[in-house]
């Protein structure tokens, strides 16, 4: 069983004004009691629920079987990015210790002056993007060896208002095939406003819905500048039928949109981790996320998160220098 199983519940009470369940629970694990807040999950967490536990001086426990355990780590940068010897193999392993083999439907250099879309598509085509800012094709560009998603205080014309988009456009590309398990690794600098800058995966079914975000950033949002947001969301399964996640923030000791970076993702059976200039950031148990998935990149308003772009900001645009994938031999 994994280490956060709940193995008592005593009592539970509902708060019908904010709509949260509170749970008084024992874990064997953590050695004692502790508060279960049902709901979303926040950053850094990989329980069920929002943090409100620390409000009271009591720990946070675990929600369900089967939460993955996470562990976090904090580079010291520069100093600890890792030179590039091979271009053939991911940053953070140049050594080739995981017999790594190029796996070409998701690479790409973006060296022409169009989108590749034998490879993919210059939108989401099961998605209009996050309310106010529409995803707009006319946003996409592939020019001076990289791809280039802007965001834009503008109204598309095709842009359905009654559905709440409206002001701001903004941009997405979709891979056409989904993957199963490798190395991920692109080279990007965020747009300075707060519309955000994503690298992320994610497949929807009836059955099942998962997502990986490699990065989600706010790097023109005040408080954010600096922080890579990583998270791992399971939106349902055939055996959950609750959205939950398990996030970490990483802040680097520099605005991320000063300049390019690299950003990696293993995903294997085992475990998911995360890399920033070929140094570890992150690692997650791989309890969930084992569904073939689409490859994204995107730039959305997130007024609840980041807020909204300053109009002094826009245009921005979010740069990616190439996207590169293996697969192990």
Known sequence: MARNTLLLTAFTACFAGCGLLLSWVYGEAEGGWGVRIGGRLPAASCAGGVPMAALVGLPLLAAGIGRPRAEDFSPEMPAEAVA?????????????RGGWVRYEPMWDEFDGEALDTGKWWPNNPGWLGRQPAFFWTENVAVKGGRLRLTMRRQEAPEAPKEQGFHTYTSAAVKS??????????????????AGSSSFWFYDSTPEIWTEIDVFEIGAGAPGWERKVNMNLHVMHTPEEKEHWSCGGVWTAPFDLADGFHV????????????????ALLRRVENTHWHQPLTLNFDSETMPDWFGLPRDEDLPSTYEV???????RR
Do not use: H, N
């Not at 095939?177 to 690794?185: C, Q, R, S």
């Not at 950003?263 to 920033?276: A, H, N, S």
């Open 176 to 193: 056409k095939t989904t993957v199963l398990y490798g190395y991920f690794e692109v080279m990007a600098r965020p747009m300075r406003s």
């Open 321 to 327: 220098e190439y996207v590169r994938a293996w697969k």
């Open 84 to 96: 590039r010897a091979r271009d053939d193999l991911p940053l953070s392993d140049q050594d080739d």
């Open 263 to 278: 950003y990696g993702l293993e995903w294997d059976e085992g475990e998911i981790k995360y890399y920033f200039d070929g």
